[in-house]
């Protein structure tokens, strides 16, 4: 790797197979996710905002690391540790889902991806699926394998990332559908390319499967994508919030259970399986919530940055909640937010007052997600 530039964790954090193409490229600042460096900075989040929605971004997102599930029971396994039902889930598909203890709190909300019959891979959010996998099956009964493999996605996000997909691959790419991979193969280098994404736009991953070779991929892409207007950039914090997507340990953590979520699609309690967690959620679906996920309007002067604290959501001067993520959107001209409220005060249309960094400032209680709510740019 470079020694050319020194962004200071030491050893114990890894850098990923495009670290030094993305230094290369421009990225300024970093951030740690799953014990590795993420840029963070590109330059004006507003213009990398602009870039991913009206064009395309390659984003380094080698920090969603893979818990690869091999064996007999592969299958079985998956099953065991998530709510949501695979019963139906076929080779080439992916699906998002939860990782729940036994509290029925949520671990991670990983992309499943099924490479083979008896073969996944669980892209993670930040947090250590990998020992909480391998702690289960020490005890669970099934035949598997579980490890981390050499596999390392960037993401190809916004509406020319088809053109460029096609530039790389072939007009065929295009039938490649919502949710589903191919195995694919790029000047040598095995792929599995799937059409999802962190973004709310349409977009591709392409996980690389020899950590060597990050930089030829890097700059191949950026090659083929130049016409379409590529430029290399980060997961847009404007636009998943704007799409509601939910970041792990900012809008959920291990005390957060699906339903406060409104996540009830994800949880297969009326299935003949079993998970970990499912007598939990159970008896939490029985006695129901004591609080919600909520959309905010925030009132006030545009927000600079995003939130780096929880701010208090308070309602005749108690605190009844917190928002979770908050920023400007440039697009909708307002300042939204995710946020965590008392069940009793959740009503569309209610006003807070929320302590932000900024100060004290109105808030409204309005319908998620904020933009495009159907997913019918991702679908597209």
């Keep these: 790797m470079s020694d050319l530039v020194d962004f200071g964790f030491g050893t114990q954090i890894r850098k990923s197979p495009y670290f030094d193409a993305t230094v290369k490229w421009g990225a300024k600042a970093f951030s740690v996710y799953n014990h590795m460096y993420i840029p963070r900075d590109f330059g004006d989040p ?44 076929a080779v080439g598909q992916c699906k998002y889902a939860l990782i729940t203890n036994a ?22 959010a930040d947090s250590d699926v990998l020992f909480w996998a391998q702690g289960v099956a020490v005890h669970a009964g099934f035949d598997v394998h579980i490890c981390e493999p050499d596999a390392s996605p960037v993401q190809l996000q916004g509406p020319r990332s088809m053109d460029i997909m096609k530039a790389l691959f072939g007009e065929d790419i295009a039938y490649l559908k919502y949710y589903w991979l191919r ?141 979770t993520s908050a920023v400007y959107s440039p697009r909708l001209e307002q300042n939204i937010a995710l946020a965590m409220i008392d069940y009793q005060d959740y009503a569309l249309g209610a006003q807070f007052d929320v302590e932000a960094a900024q100060g004290l400032c109105k808030a409204d209680l309005v319908e998620m997600p904020f933009y495009d709510p159907k997913k019918n740019i991702a679908k597209s």
């Design 103 to 124: 509290e029925g709190g949520i671990l991670n909300d990983p992309i499943i991806l099924r490479l083979e019959e008896n073969k996944f891979w669980i892209s993670l």
């Design 183 to 323: 195995h694919l193969t790029l000047d040598g280098m095995e792929l599995v390319v799937s059409r999802t994404g962190w973004s709310s736009e349409l977009g591709y991953e392409i996980y690389l499967q020899d950590g060597t070779r990050g930089t030829e991929l890097w700059d191949r892409i950026m090659a083929a994508g130049k016409e379409f207007g590529l430029k290399p950039g980060h997961t847009s914090s404007i636009r998943r919030i704007e799409g509601g997507m939910l970041s792990y340990h900012a809008d959920m953590d291990i005390n957060t259970n699906p339903f406060e979520l409104g996540l009830d699609r994800l949880v297969a309690l009326d299935e003949a399986h079993d998970f970990v967690g499912k007598s939990a959620l159970l008896a939490i679906r029985e006695r129901g919530v004591s609080r919600k996920q909520a959309g905010l309007i925030l009132h006030g002067a545009p927000l600079t940055a995003p939130n780096t604290t929880f701010w208090p959501v308070m309602k005749d001067g108690k605190a009844i909640g917190k928002v």
């Design 46 to 89: 507003e213009q990398n905002f602009w870039n991913l929605v009206n064009h395309a971004i390659l984003c380094d997102v080698a920090v969603e690391r893979q818990v690869q599930v091999t064996g007999p029971d592969a299958a079985k396994f998956v099953q065991y540790l998530t709510p949501r039902d695979l019963s139906k889930m």
